[in-house]
């Protein structure tokens, strides 16, 4: 099969090793990819938003199977393209990609059908949410509906700063037209989890859960960036809160999904959190989650290729999902300064330490070639590389991350050094 891979982050690219690895894969391309993932494909210079130009190199390739990673392309309808010319796409169409394109929609969505979440009120109207204020608990939150790079989330702790973020959101405008409503939410307490899952709009198979870290600097302080570091599994995710959870929200929200007429076909990510109350959802993505994925899919046992498929062709049901017994630490390199002004194009020295080592992993996300020659690599953008290793439990997963860490280098990289700690909590 030609396969097309739409992205470029680290998150495409531990998908382009998974798919790669495929025996069923003739030819796998990637648009636009980065100068990690031009070592497993042919990466092609058309922008995720490219619409026109994606579908026209598709049909010059034959390709046979696409695979949509980013949220802003599958908001869009990129995979409604692509179906449309008949080539079998995962992930979910337009209409279904909404669970994370609108907070306000999937807000409503569990109300109406009864999937635990944090209370909320949805605005319009800058005025009626300041009015709102007025009589509300404190700490709370407030999400700009539509899509915002993963920062579109205040966690306000008092009045003076809800008052503010509501006009930085609704009036300043300060995430586009993404905050032309906005969701006001009760603040919840708890261990956050990660839980991807692959759905064919009927059956549904979970993987195995992880943990962000969303904060930019050390003790979840700074400002939210896209994800630090993650782990894989959750030592807080139990036999029991996964059952739970089966139960009460990741079917439920397949078959709410497909009573609204949006069958989902592709990841649901489920952000939970696990309150004293029991777990609740704080947020749906339409996709695997970055960094999440590049601890995720080192850990997976099957064809990622065939599972896809399962997705599309509506057969996951036939599929065993199984993940190696051990563990995963991915720590994020980033350019000193992420996520607010950074700068790029140095050059990255110390890549080769990875080669031929299978519980090691360099992800890029933010790199590109220095010329044609491809001898050199530069950073090339606020998350630089994701270093991952795998290891028989957690803890000596996260020493070898660490380690790993050392064997990279260049001019302004920035990490934090407590991913995992919660590993030693629990
Ligand atoms: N790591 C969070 C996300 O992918 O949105």
Redesign the pocket.
């Known amino acids: 099969m030609n396969v097309l891979l739409v992205g470029g982050g680290g998150r495409e690219h531990a998908i382009a090793m998974g798919i790669a690895k495929s025996p069923k894969v003739t030819k796998l391309y990637c648009a636009p990819g980065n100068a990690g993932i031009a070592a497993l494909a042919e990466c092609v210079n058309i922008g995720v938003m490219e619409f026109d130009k994606l579908l026209a190199f598709a049909k010059e390739k034959a390709i046979d199977f696409v695979i949509v990673a980013p949220d802003d392309p599958l908001a869009a309808g990129l995979v409604d393209v692509f179906e449309e010319a008949g080539i079998r796409t995962f992930g979910p169409r337009k209409n279904a990609a909404i669970l994370e394109g609108s907070k306000a929609f999937s807000k409503d969505l569990m109300k109406k059908y009864n999937i635990p979440t944090a209370a909320y009120e949805n605005f319009d109207d800058a005025q009626a949410a300041l009015d709102y204020l007025e009589t509300a608990q404190f700490p709370i939150v407030l999400k700009a509906d539509g899509l915002a790079l993963?920062k579109g989330v205040l966690i306000c702790m008092n009045k003076d700063e809800a008052i503010a973020g509501v006009k930085e959101i609704m009036q300043d405008k300060k995430f586009g037209t993404a905050g032309n409503r906005m969701v006001v939410e009760q603040f919840m307490t708890g261990r956050e989890v990660?839980v991807l899952t692959f759905t064919d709009g009927k059956t549904i198979r979970v993987m195995t859960s992880a943990q962000?870290h969303?904060r930019a600097k050390d003790n979840d302080e700074g400002l939210n960036t896209?994800?630090m570091g993650t782990f894989s599994p959750s030592p807080f995710y139990t036999p029991e809160i996964h059952d739970y959870c089966v139960k009460n929200i990741y079917q439920p929200t397949v078959d709410a999904m497909a009573k609204e007429g949006r069958t989902f076909q592709g990841v649901i990510?489920f952000g939970l959190m696990l309150t004293a109350d029991g777990p609740k959802v704080l947020e749906y993505?339409a996709r695997f989650?970055?960094?999440?994925t590049q601890v995720v899919l080192p850990r997976m046992k099957n064809d990622l290729l065939e599972v896809m498929e399962a997705c599309v062709d509506g057969t996951l049901d036939t599929i065993d999902l199984q993940f190696e017994d051990n563990a995963a630490v991915c720590v994020v390199l980033a350019s000193d300064g992420y996520p607010v002004s950074y700068e790029k194009g140095f050059e990255i020295t110390g890549l080769e330490n990875f080669d031929g080592k299978d519980d090691y992993f360099c992800f890029h996300a933010g790199t590109k070639f220095a010329d044609e020659s491809k001898s050199k690599i530069l950073t090339n953008g606020g998350r630089v590389l994701g270093v991952t290793a795998t290891g028989a439990n957690l803890k000596e997963a996260r020493k070898k991350a660490y380690e790993a860490t050392e064997w990279v280098n260049f001019a302004n990289k920035y990490m934090r050094h407590d991913i995992g700690k919660a590993i030693d909590e629990a």
């Not at 989650?289 to 999440?292: I, Q």
């Open positions: 993963g990660s962000d969303k896209g994800g990510f993505n989650g970055d960094p999440e």
